[in-house]
């Protein structure tokens, strides 16, 4: 793609209305503790780091709590993890301070909106950007969905590599969705020496091509007494060519596109739809 319809595409933003997304702060802490355990994903991370550089400039957008971020920092990567939950980077900004000041010295999280990263990066580059599990999708609307992918490309290092990572929709539809409670395991909260039951209740909405969750934590006190928080958190499905369309008209080329955290290629019975992507 030349200059000129780069420029026009980044044009094409300004004017885009920024619909509401899930907000994680009343229920960060649960999140965080429920999720930490997922690691399936780090070593791809890792390896697509190292790929970039070592000296490479990285970039998280979505990064929460820093389930990942932390790991990238801990092999030697320069980090910067952006999210628009104040809460999520309170508790990231809490793990950094327990580790070395040298890890603190190549980190940022800074709190901000993915779908406008001017406000809050300015005019700065990066080698590698990644937009993690599913977090893309919390962009519900086509719109949204391009002013997130336009801003990337204008952060986005000419030589630099972007990946986003959805899950594949037509795997999705053998899950449950008819909005039963399944319960979905415990964690400890240290904090409060307290253990948390976490039960999800999905809804899936075809037209809307979204699936709303509903997260129950049941937090049991020492007196026995349970507190409940309900996480509502809405996802929108995104099928293989209809993602490939979105980068393209964002102004980026598909390198790869993996099926999984091994690195195999997409085919049927794909769980996950990762794109490896440059500026086009």
């Given at each position: 793609?030349?200059?000129?319809?780069?420029?026009?595409?980044?044009?094409?933003?300004?004017?885009?209305?920024?619909?509401?997304?899930?907000?994680?702060?009343?229920?960060?802490?649960?999140?965080?503790?429920?999720?930490?355990?997922?690691?399936?994903?780090?070593?791809?991370?890792?390896?697509?780091?190292?790929?970039?550089?070592?000296?490479?400039?990285?970039?998280?957008?979505a990064c929460?709590?820093?389930?990942?971020?932390?790991?990238?920092?801990?092999?030697?990567?320069?980090?910067?993890?952006?999210?628009?939950?104040?809460?999520?980077?309170?508790?990231?900004?809490?793990?950094?301070?327990?580790?070395?000041?040298?890890?603190?010295?190549?980190?940022?999280?800074?709190?901000?909106?993915?779908?406008?990263?001017?406000?809050?990066?300015?005019?700065?580059?990066?080698?590698?950007?990644?937009?993690?599990?599913?977090?893309?999708?919390?962009?519900?609307?086509?719109?949204?969905?391009?002013?997130?992918?336009?801003?990337?490309?204008?952060?986005?290092?000419?030589?630099?590599?972007?990946?986003?990572?959805?899950?594949?929709?037509?795997?999705?539809?053998?899950?449950?969705?008819?909005?039963?409670?399944?319960?979905?395991?415990?964690?400890?909260?240290?904090?409060?020496?307290?253990?948390?039951?976490?039960?999800?209740?999905?809804?899936?909405?075809?037209?809307?091509?979204?699936?709303?969750?509903?997260?129950?934590?049941?937090?049991?006190?020492?007196?026995?007494?349970?507190?409940?928080?309900?996480?509502?958190?809405?996802?929108?499905?995104i099928y293989?060519?209809e993602m490939?369309?979105?980068?393209?008209?964002?102004?980026?080329?598909?390198?790869?596109?993996?099926?999984?955290?091994?690195?195999?290629?997409?085919?049927?019975?794909?769980?996950?739809?990762?794109?490896?992507?440059?500026?086009?």
């Amino acid at each position: 793609m030349d200059s000129v319809e780069a420029d026009e595409l980044d044009n094409e933003a300004d004017d885009t209305e920024l619909e509401p997304v899930d907000d994680y702060d009343p229920f960060a802490l649960y999140y965080d503790l429920h999720y930490q355990k997922v690691t399936v994903d780090l070593d791809f991370y890792r390896e697509m780091a190292r790929k970039v550089g070592a000296r490479a400039r990285v970039l998280e957008l979505a990064c929460g709590s820093g389930r990942l971020s932390l790991p990238l920092l801990k092999a030697g990567f320069r980090v910067t993890g952006l999210d628009i939950s104040a809460k999520m980077l309170e508790i990231a900004r809490q793990k950094i301070a327990a580790e070395p000041p040298e890890l603190a010295q190549r980190s940022r999280f800074l709190q901000g909106d993915m779908r406008d990263l001017d406000e809050t990066l300015g005019n700065e580059e990066f080698d590698l950007i990644f937009i993690g599990i599913n977090s893309f999708q919390h962009l519900l609307t086509q719109e949204d969905q391009l002013a997130c992918l336009r801003s990337v490309r204008r952060h986005l290092a000419p030589a630099g590599l972007f990946i986003v990572d959805v899950f594949n929709p037509e795997e999705k539809e053998s899950y449950p969705a008819d909005g039963r409670l399944e319960y979905d395991g415990a964690v400890y909260n240290p904090a409060r020496h307290s253990t948390i039951h976490v039960f999800l209740s999905t809804v899936a909405l075809p037209a809307e091509q979204q699936r709303h969750y509903h997260y129950f934590f049941d937090e049991t006190m020492a007196d026995g007494t349970i507190k409940r928080t309900v996480a509502p958190l809405h996802l929108r499905y995104i099928y293989r060519y209809e993602m490939q369309l979105l980068l393209e008209h964002a102004g980026f080329m598909i390198e790869d596109l993996y099926g999984s955290y091994d690195f195999e290629e997409f085919g049927a019975g794909s769980a996950k739809l990762i794109y490896i992507c440059r500026r086009g």
